[in-house]
C-alpha cells in the first residue's frame, strides 16, 4: 500500500493522509518529485492543496491556497521560540497580541496593519490554531509557477511530515476559515449587481503548477457566470461594465457577455458587437464569439450588417459597403481581425473585402500579409489585389471645387459717367434717336 512513498512510517503516513482525504473529501495522491502524499481539495471559490515535502534536510507539511486579492495586507504567525521571545521583550520583534492568553504566549503574530491582523485571525482561526502543536502562517505571492496579476497564496505550513488525520484536516480548515476574510470574492455568490460586476472584474486566467498540483487556479468560471447572471438581472446598470467585457482575453467571458448583453437589448454594445465578427480564432462548444455576436446582432436588428459580413467571408461582397452602411469601421476592423487570423479561407476573402471597401486604414496590415514570406501565395495575392484596389480608388480625379465668386470680377453695366478703375462695363441700350 505504502510502497510509492519514499519516507519514514510510510504506512502510517498514508493511512492518516488518506484518512483526512475522506473526511476534507478530497483527492490523494503522491508528489512524483519528493514520493511524498499529497491532498487536494477543490472548495466552492478555489483549490486547497495540502503537501509534504522534503529529504535529508527536514520534512515539511504545508496548506496552501492561492486567492485574489488587491489588498496591501502581510500576515505572518510564528511559534513563539526562545530567541523570539528575547527580541520581542527587547522590543526587536513585532507581536500583534490578539488578548487571548494561550495564542499570546505560544505564538508572534505580526503583520500590516495590526488591527487587520487581528481581524484575520479572530475566531475560528485562533482557536484552529491553537488546536494543533505548532504552525506557521504567512501571506506571499504564489510559488514559481507563473500568474496573474492580483493574486496572493496562503500558506499554512508544519516542519514535519504530519502524521495525524485530525492535525491534517485542522491545517485546511486554517486555510478555509482565513480565505473568505481575505478574498471579498471567495464567499457565495450575491444576486446584486454590484456583486457581480465586482466578480466579472475579478482574476482570470489559470496557474498550474508540474506533479501533484495541477491546476492551482482558474479564475474565468467565475466571471463567466457572473457575466451570464447579470444578464438574468435586467438592470441597466450592468451594461457598461458587460461592454467592457467584450474586450476580455477569454472567449468564455466574452461569449457570457455577448448573451448577457443580448438578454438586455443594449444597443449601445452593437459597434463592439459589429467588431466581434471578425473573433474567429476562439471556439467554445463549438461556436466562436464572431457567431454568438452575430446572433445578438440579429435580435438587436441589426442582422443585415452581420449577414454582409459572413457573406464577404464565403466570398459573397456584392453589395458589401451598401449593407454595412454607418458602421462601415467596426466592419473594417473585424475583416482586419480576420486578416490577422490563422483561418487562410477565411484570411484571403478579408482581405479582398477591404479592398472593396477601400480601407486606407488597413493598408499597413495588407502590405505584411502581401510579403508573406516572399511567396506568392494566395493569401499575398489577394493583399496585394487589395492594396491595388485602395490606392486606386485614393487616386481617383476628384471635381475641382467651385471658385467663389468675387462680385467686383461681374460685369456690369457702364455708369454715364467715365470709370476710373477701369472695370468691365456692359454695353448699354442704344438711344431711341441715335441713328440705328
Known amino acids: 500500500m505504502s510502497g510509492s512513498l519514499a519516507l519514514p512510517h510510510a504506512e502510517a503516513v498514508e493511512r492518516a493522509w488518506r484518512a483526512a482525504a475522506a473526511e476534507l473529501g478530497g483527492r490523494y495522491g503522491v508528489n512524483p ?227 448577457a448583453l443580448e438578454q438586455l437589448s443594449a444597443q449601445a454594445a452593437v459597434p463592439r458587437l459589429v467588431r466581434l465578427l471578425g473573433h474567429r480564432e476562439d471556439t467554445v462548444e463549438g461556436r466562436t464569439p464572431a457567431d454568438h455576436a452575430a446572433d445578438a446582432l440579429t435580435t438587436l436588428g441589426h442582422g443585415a450588417v452581420a449577414e454582409a459580413v459572413a457573406a464577404a467571408l464565403r466570398g459573397e461582397p456584392d453589395g458589401l459597403a451598401a449593407a454595412i452602411g454607418p458602421r462601415r469601421d467596426e466592419v473594417v476592423a473585424a475583416f482586419m481581425r480576420v486578416l490577422a487570423s490563422f483561418d487562410l479561407e477565411a484570411r484571403v476573402e478579408a482581405a479582398r ?17 502581401s510579403r508573406a514570406m516572399g511567396l506568392r501565395t494566395r493569401l499575398s495575392t489577394a493583399a496585394r489585389e487589395a492594396i491595388d484596389a485602395i490606392e486606386a480608388q485614393a487616386s481617383l480625379p476628384r471635381p475641382a471645387a467651385a471658385a467663389p465668386e468675387d462680385p467686383d470680377t461681374l460685369p456690369r453695366p457702364a455708369d454715364a459717367g467715365d470709370r476710373s478703375d477701369g472695370g468691365p462695363t456692359l454695353p448699354r441700350p442704344a438711344s431711341p434717336d441715335s441713328d440705328g
Do not use: C
Not at 491534517?168 to 478574498?183: F, K, Q
Not at 477591404?354 to 505584411?368: D, K, T
Open 33 to 259: 518529485a519528493w514520493k511524498t502524499p499529497g491532498i487536494r481539495v477543490d472548495g466552492t471559490w478555489g483549490v486547497i492543496l495540502l503537501e509534504s515535502m522534503g529529504g535529508d534536510a527536514g520534512y515539511l507539511t504545508r496548506a496552501r491556497a492561492v486567492f485574489q486579492s488587491s489588498e496591501r495586507v502581510n500576515l505572518a504567525v510564528s511559534a513563539e521560540g526562545f530567541l523570539a521571545s528575547v527580541g520581542k521583550s527587547l522590543g526587536f520583534v513585532q507581536d500583534i497580541e490578539l488578548g487571548h492568553p494561550e495564542f499570546d504566549r505560544r505564538f508572534l503574530a505580526r503583520g500590516f496593519p495590526p488591527a487587520r491582523v487581528k481581524e484575520l485571525l479572530a475566531p475560528p482561526v485562533v482557536d484552529l490554531v491553537l488546536a494543533q502543536p505548532f504552525v506557521g502562517i504567512r501571506l506571499g505571492s504564489p510559488g514559481l509557477a507563473p500568474h496573474p496579476p492580483g493574486l496572493r497564496e496562503l500558506e499554512v505550513r508544519r516542519t514535519t511530515i504530519v502524521r495525524d488525520a485530525e492535525q491534517l484536516v485542522g491545517m485546511v480548515r486554517i486555510a478555509e476559515a482565513l480565505i473568505p476574510r481575505l478574498d471579498p470574492l471567495a464567499g457565495p455568490v450575491r444576486g446584486d449587481t454590484a456583486h457581480l460586476v465586482e466578480r466579472l472584474a475579478g482574476v482570470g486566467g489559470v496557474v498550474r503548477e508540474h506533479g501533484f498540483g495541477g491546476l492551482v487556479w482558474e479564475g474565468d468560471p467565475p466571471r463567466r457566470e457572473a457575466a451570464r447572471l447579470l444578464g438574468e438581472s435586467g438592470d441597466r446598470a450592468a451594461v457598461p461594465p458587460l461592454i467592457e467585457a467584450l474586450g476580455d482575453r477569454d472567449a468564455g467571458v466574452v461569449i457570457a457577455a455577448i448573451g
Open 353 to 369: 473585402a477591404l479592398g472593396v471597401l477601400g480601407a486606407r486604414e488597413a493598408l499597413p496590415l495588407l502590405r505584411e500579409k
